[in-house]
């Protein structure tokens, strides 16, 4: 059984969570699209604004929209934790889009008491703000089109697909957008009206894997296999600044007060991280990333602000930055490091293979010496120790 | 008998240690240090005290020349206290660390 977790108007609906008086006020969501700012998303008070419209026509329609521009970072943090929660109820996950979470709950209501249960649980674990719908159906595709049919934070359960088809339109299938229209150009305004049809005809008409695909769902087969992916778990920190981070020192010492939070969150309590990415967007909205992985898994400030401000001594930063984000990654449940306990042969060992290796680049001896002890208890001084190469 | 023996640097060869090194001291007539020139400051230094004297004699089987017998002497000059022996052998000084 798949459970399709769907948020619709997932861009807008996380713009309110953040600033709650944009409620009850016409608002939309743009972002750059080839040169140009187009509509993505819009409140419900914006009603006559089309999604896709240019940001131009949009705020010629109403004179007290709010224009907002895309922050797909935070949205992709809020889906993340979202992704995180379900995780904890349901050990396979997936996800195409933002706002769109696959879970394979195959026998997971036994867990939870029952299928209404774990409805209860699913629908109660994502903020009632975001107004949650979940579809149930033996497959991803019509479970997503049972949480499109039901009411906000409901549930509908698909027991037969084909009762679903006369609700499907030609926009909700998983097609290219070509082929949609071409469904539409085709008079077809729901599944329902492909029925009837051979494969064979779509195959002409939508080329032999998209006819396939479109004449499963005709028959109420999904053939896509589940996925799940594999959610690491980490922590995130967002860093903003009314002006701009031009020197790398303020960088750093925002990257440390950053730090300071996350090493205090309550989730870090006990663990240690893998590794740390570095996400900065310039003023001119370029985005830089960097990606440093730890030789071993660190929860100490000191050593692994040591290691950022080495790599970024070596870097050249693209321009002024405006944000940061910090997100520590590979949690591990590690808390302290086990000593080896041959720690002195283990320092022999490195020092002679650095020793060869200088010897290697210099093509010839190199004089570096022990002190060693000849005859320790001899009453001439020059007898009792003298300088040996390291290296036979 | 701790001439340089211009013999070119091996880097494989080891190398001793609190090696003496040649030192000039004015000798009183009973034979004790009186003044010592040190290489730092290049000028005759008087011993102020001797605070310790012991002999070292080793290696016997050996012909004169080769064997050791050394007298170390524990001085204060110039308010530093350093190690001097004289060898028997050859009459020379010499300054070394413990």
Redesign the interface.
Same mark, same amino acid.
């Given at each position: 059984m798949i459970a399709c977790l769907l948020i619709t108007h997932f861009y807008i609906k996380n713009e309110f969570a953040r600033n709650p008086r944009l409620k009850g006020r016409p608002c939309v969501v743009v972002s750059e699209e080839k040169n140009d700012l187009v509509v993505i998303d819009k409140s419900s008070e914006a009603a006559n604004i089309k999604l896709g419209m240019s940001y131009q026509s949009a705020i010629s329609i109403y004179k007290d929209l709010v224009v907002l521009e895309a922050d797909y970072d935070m949205y992709e943090d809020v889906h993340h934790n979202h992704m995180v929660i379900m995780n904890n109820i349901c050990p396979k996950v997936s996800s195409d889009d933002l706002g769109i979470i696959m879970l394979d709950i195959t026998g997971l209501e036994m867990l939870y008491s029952g299928m209404n249960n774990l409805k209860k649980v699913l629908i109660s674990s994502v903020d009632k703000e975001f107004n949650p719908r979940l579809g149930i159906s033996d497959s991803s595709f019509f479970s997503y089109i049972g949480a499109l049919q039901c009411p906000p934070n409901g549930c509908m359960e698909i027991l037969d697909n084909f009762k679903l088809m006369p609700e499907i339109i030609p926009d909700m299938l998983p097609i290219k957008p070509g082929n949609k229209l071409k469904l539409k150009e085709l008079g077809i305004s729901n599944l329902k009206q492909l029925s009837n049809w051979e494969m064979s005809y779509l195959q002409v008409q939508f080329g032999i894997q998209e006819g396939k695909k479109i004449w499963e769902l005709s028959q109420g087969i999904d053939s896509n296999l589940f996925r799940h992916e594999l959610i690491e778990p980490s922590l995130k920190k967002n860093i903003d600044v009314d002006e701009y981070f031009s020197t790398k020192q303020s960088i750093l010492l925002a990257i440390s007060y950053g730090l300071d939070d996350l090493l205090r969150n309550p989730s870090f309590r006990n663990r240690s991280a893998r590794s740390i990415s570095l996400n900065f967007r310039t003023v001119d909205k370029q985005f830089w990333r960097k990606k440093i992985n730890f030789k071993e898994p660190l929860f100490m400030k000191s050593k692994i602000m040591f290691i950022i401000s080495n790599v970024l001594e070596t870097v050249e930063m693209p321009g002024p930055v405006e944000r940061i984000i910090i997100e520590l990654t590979g949690l591990t449940n590690d808390f302290g490091i086990q000593k080896s306990m041959f720690l002195s042969s283990k320092k022999r060992d490195n020092l002679l293979e650095n020793i060869k290796q200088l010897e290697t680049r210099l093509g010839t /001896?190199v %004089?570096i010496?022990q002190? /060693?002890e000849i005859e320790p208890c001899s /009453?001439? %001084?020059? @007898? @009792?120790?003298?300088?040996? @190469?390291i290296l036979p | 008998m701790f001439k340089d023996s211009r013999k070119t640097f091996s &880097?494989?060869q *080891? &190398?001793?240690? *609190?090696?003496?090194n040649a030192i000039d001291v004015i000798e009183n007539t009973q034979g004790f240090p009186v003044k010592v020139r040190t290489k730092k400051n290049n000028i005759f230094l008087p011993v102020l005290s001797i605070i310790d004297l012991w002999h070292?004699y080793?290696e016997w089987w050996k012909n004169h020349l080769n064997s050791?017998n050394r007298i170390y002497y524990r001085l204060n000059v110039d308010e530093r206290i350093i190690t001097l022996f004289k060898d028997l052998n050859s009459d020379d000084w010499f300054v070394?660390?413990?």
């Open positions: /001896k %004089p010496y002190v /060693k /009453k001439i %001084p020059e @007898r @009792r120790s003298a300088l040996t @190469r | &880097i494989d *080891n &190398i001793a240690l *609190n090696k003496p070292v080793g050791v070394q660390h413990d």
